[in-house]
């Protein structure tokens, strides 16, 4: 991860068209070196699972889910993950918020 956040500061958009502006990918790089170590470990673990919710992730990374809870709302504040849709969760049968990494970033990371 720390790879491609110095990758992301040294992206130079002359020269080629991009769809993201170098601004934009300025301001997520930056996003990206705030987040603490109990959230790039809940982003890493919704990129590996692609649609989640916050128990699946709790059981992919190993914590109560009350730390992954706080984690999903800073990341979706932050715009780097967003709500794909509501839906039952398959393992207590509740209507929760499943997860997905939008495309854009993907592409980037």
Known sequence: MEQKLSE???IKTTGHKTKIRATSLATFADILGQLS???IQVFQAIKQ???CNNLMI???VHLPINCVTGR???LKKYGLI???KRDICPFIGR???FYRIPEWINGVL
């Open 72 to 74: 999903t709302n800073s």
């Open 95 to 97: 209507l929760t918020d």
């Open 58 to 60: 709790s059981k992919e």
């Open 49 to 51: 699972l692609r649609t």
């Open 37 to 39: 170590q109990r959230e």
């Open 82 to 84: 967003r709500v794909l």
């Open 8 to 10: 992301l500061k040294n």
